[in-house]
């Protein structure tokens, strides 16, 4: 049997993470999967769109604010302009690939395949995985979706509220990269904590300040500016001139995530659920050092009010925070409780519940 999983690839690495999660678990299972990547189907506009987010969310906040807010007031016209442009390229794959399931990980693709699907005659079930944390933007929403996975049972009480019924939720929890390892006890502290840095921030000022301030710490720092081109040189450049962070590593886009969580005591990073839900399945304590407007402004208060970590978005408070937090017992409290970290293993079973309903529909 086939699933496609509908995804985007350059709107943050959440999205394609998510995909690889759930597709890792389904292939064992004996399911033949296709991932999508859903802006290619709207041609050269949807290409261009999804290249845009990342420039937006950290050069133009503002604007993307104002884009966010448009499809949180108007997301019936958000899902009818999407649909126009993705129905005659969807439709093709969707033919050409003939699923028995589609999974759809990204908000903006929900309402617009169920009207698809709908409006072609195709019997063929669909279901929505929700990844946001606490406050999901509205265009996720899909009363018509078969199934829908929540990371939460906050999320999922809001969605009844809303009038979804209990049959169409899945308290799923996020969809997180195996390789991603739980330990099985509290990370030790030894001479001086590991700090891993993950684009703490949108704005470049601020990388910038947060990375001079963490490095007045005793610890070892590792910056990871993932795609961010402009923030690597950027901080490439202050290296060359401030000599408190000569001993610093600064990276690009990375590939062994994985082991650089492993030896994490400290995650710095802003809101996205994917890098929270990564640092907390890995033992770290975790600090919520920004957010980009609207969509992430929320997913703090699962760090802070599972005592995960905390939240400082202004590098001006960072170092004397880190410090009181690595010199009293916070530290190790928030390791000690963060080993036993929910919401973080969704994408077995999210396979699971696609395994069973296909086998009893």
């Not at 993307?64 to 794959?93: A, D, N």
């Not at 991603?180 to 030894?190: D, L, N």
């Not at 492993?262 to 304590?285: V, W, Y």
Request: glycine share 4%; charged share 25%.
């Amino acid at each position: 049997m086939k699933i496609l999983i509908l995804q985007a690839e350059k709107t943050g690495t959440g999205h394609k993470s998510a995909a690889n999660a759930i597709e890792k678990r389904l292939i064992p299972m004996g399911y033949e999967t296709k991932q999508l990547n859903c802006f290619t189907t709207m041609g050269k506009m949807g290409v261009s769109w999804e290249k845009a987010y990342i420039p937006l969310t950290t050069k133009h906040p503002f604007l993307w604010k104002i884009s966010h807010g448009f499809s949180q007031i108007f997301t019936g016209l958000t899902h009818w302009f999407i649909y126009q442009k993705c129905k005659k390229q969807m439709l093709k794959e969707i033919l050409e690939f003939k699923p028995d399931l589609i999974l759809s990980v990204h908000c903006m693709f929900t309402k617009a395949i169920s009207k698809l699907l709908r409006k072609n005659k195709l019997d063929i079930p669909f279901m929505v995985d929700v990844i946001d944390l606490v406050n999901p933007p509205k265009v996720w929403r899909d009363k018509s979706a078969n199934l829908t996975f929540v990371p939460t049972v906050e999320v999922k009480n809001q969605y009844l509220k809303l009038g979804f019924k209990e049959n169409q939720l899945v308290v799923s929890g996020f969809p997180i990269r195996e390789d991603i390892v739980r330990p099985t006890e509290p990370k030790k502290v030894f001479n001086k904590p590991n700090i891993l840095m993950v684009n703490p921030s949108v704005n470049l000022k601020k990388n910038i300040r947060f990375l001079k301030e963490t490095a007045k710490l005793n610890a070892n720092i590792n910056f990871v500016c993932g795609r961010d081109e402009r923030l690597f040189k950027a901080l490439k450049d202050e290296q060359q001139h401030d000599k408190n962070l000569k001993d610093v590593e600064i990276s690009g886009f990375v590939s062994d995530m994985n082991e650089r969580l492993k030896n994490c005591h400290i995650l710095l990073t802003k809101a996205g659920p994917n890098m929270l839900l990564e640092g907390t399945r890995s033992g770290s304590f975790v600090v919520v050092t920004g957010h980009i407007p609207g969509q992430e402004a929320k997913n703090f208060e699962y760090i802070t009010k599972n005592n995960y970590g905390i939240k400082c978005e202004n590098p001006n408070k960072i170092h004397a925070l880190l410090e009181d937090v690595i010199q009293t017992n916070k530290l190790n409290e928030v390791l000690k409780n963060v080993v036993n970290s929910k919401a973080n293993d969704g994408a077995k079973i999210i396979a699971k519940h696609i395994d069973d309903y296909l086998k009893n529909n």
